[in-house]
């Protein structure tokens, strides 16, 4: 899945201070005769534009979608409502475009991404589409050529079944506290990609849930252990390409000091020293099968060999990996389409030997935090426990309000102190989130 482009919008009517710079370098001038060229400082490019002829017509039908916009959770004054209307009523053909334009990328923008923008996301790790300046001009002039921008703009909702029901139980409930977690979570489907998929697995860590999907309709929904609050699991996106029979466990050398010397671990030179494997057997931690599903987390889905976890009602007990309830007949699943029947899978595992099986196609995995979905039941939905305390700071910059401020990074250890203990399963340190790059808007 490609990385995403974000651009930051102008969201005043002040000059752009800053612009996004195209692939594209200006070619330097030749030096004059006689003269020996030195090395050339780069030469920026002009900015990317994103400009449109707007007709009043086409602004009112802008207007329309933005009075609108709540029905997406959306607050409608965020989208310079006010200066699009005084612009449709003035008569300035050139105020009206730039007001339009301004107000047309910031609404197609959270759309696409999400009012919420990375700092208010907790541990969020998937990617997203790519929506280049280049992308959305070609939006906004097929809005204007086809006198459809409400159409256009509806083109970049999710189209996720969830995502039409918790629009359905926004506009029916009239709980207030209910209505905000399905703005929050409204907002949470747009974060993710458009196209997740003919079929894909989505884990929902509050609901403690494993499902595959394919074409809209859920084939199988499995109990999951997540992180536990100590651990979280992060949110990420990955491809599973297969599946580990009798898998080994490899030791994280933060938990190295935790299996050193024990019985059922097998050391392994590493370097200068060791490192730690568990095989395969009733007492591996993975169980009897690990998805592959490669990721900068080391988060997997996988066996368990504690499963009377899957009895409790709140699940949050591993490092930080999926523990799948049935894992074994989940990953038959998966390999339909492959020689991989029950009696081969249960061939291999009485083998005791680790072997991997692939299947047919690779399914996109993505590990997810909705903490409500709208259901077919009398009730409506369900509601499920905010177990990592994500949904405050998200909220706040859904409503554009100041952030709590961030953790403070612990001072450097002393000479001799112990080293801190990263649990299996956790997050690596994070890079600081790219800025979005500026778009201009044509004036």
């Known amino acids: 899945m490609p990385s995403k482009t974000l651009f930051a919008l102008l969201l005043a009517a002040a000059p752009a201070t ?3 710079q195209s692939a594209a370098e200006l070619k330097p001038a030749a030096p004059p005769p006689g003269v020996t060229a030195g090395p050339q400082a780069p030469v920026p490019a002009p900015p990317v534009i994103v400009a449109g002829d707007w007709k009043k017509r086409d602004a009112q ?7 609108g916009i709540s029905a997406e959770g959306l607050d409608p004054a965020d989208y310079h409502r006010a200066a699009l209307s005084d612009a449709i009523d003035g008569h300035d053909g050139a105020q009206l475009s730039q007001v339009a334009t301004r107000a047309f990328v910031k609404v197609a923008n959270d759309l696409m991404f999400g009012h919420v923008t990375a700092d208010g ?12 300046a280049a992308d959305q001009q070609a939006l906004l002039t097929r809005a204007l050529s086809g006198h459809s921008v409400g159409d256009s703009l509806r083109s970049l909702l999710p189209t996720h079944p969830q995502y039409a029901a918790l629009r359905s139980l926004l506009a029916t409930t009239t709980d207030p506290k209910l209505k905000e977690k399905v703005r929050l979570n409204l907002d949470r489907w747009r974060w993710l990609p458009r196209d997740l998929g003919n079929k894909y697995v989505i884990v929902n860590v509050p609901a403690y849930t494993v499902s595959l999907v394919e074409n809209g309709a859920t084939l199988n929904r499995r109990k999951a252990v997540a992180g536990a609050l100590k ?9 599973i390409t297969g599946a580990i ?9 933060s938990l190295s000091h935790e299996v050193a010397g024990k019985k059922g671990y097998v050391s392994v030179p590493s370097g200068s020293g060791v490192r730690w494997r568990q095989p395969p057997g009733p007492g591996n931690a993975l169980g009897r099968v690990k998805l592959v599903m490669g990721n900068p987390f080391a988060i997997y889905l996988h066996d368990t060999n504690a499963k009377h976890l899957f009895d409790k009602q709140a699940r949050a007990y591993s490092h930080g990996c999926i523990r799948t309830e049935d894992a074994v007949g989940f990953a038959e699943t998966l390999l339909q389409g492959t020689d991989w029947d029950r009696g081969k899978i249960n061939d291999t595992l009485a083998s005791k030997k680790s072997v991997q099986a692939n299947i047919a196609a690779p399914i996109p995995v993505y590990i997810v935090y909705f903490t409500v979905a709208a259901t077919t039941d009398k009730e409506g939905y369900l509601s499920y426990a905010d177990m990592y305390g994500r949904d405050p700071t998200a909220m706040l910059a859904l409503n554009d309000k100041p952030l709590p401020p961030k953790p403070v990074k612990a001072a450097a250890a002393k000479p001799g102190a112990k080293a801190g203990v990263l649990k299996a399963g956790a997050k690596p340190a994070a890079k600081p989130a790219a800025k979005k790059p500026q778009v201009a808007i044509a004036r």
């Open 121 to 132: 996301r907790i541990d969020w790790h998937v990617r997203d589409d790519p929506f280049t």
């Open 18 to 20: 800053a612009f996004a």
């Open 231 to 239: 651990t979280p699991t992060p949110q990420l996106s990955a491809i």
């Open 245 to 253: 029979f009798n898998p080994w466990w490899e030791v994280p050398s």
């Open 61 to 67: 039908d802008l207007l329309t979608f933005i009075d």
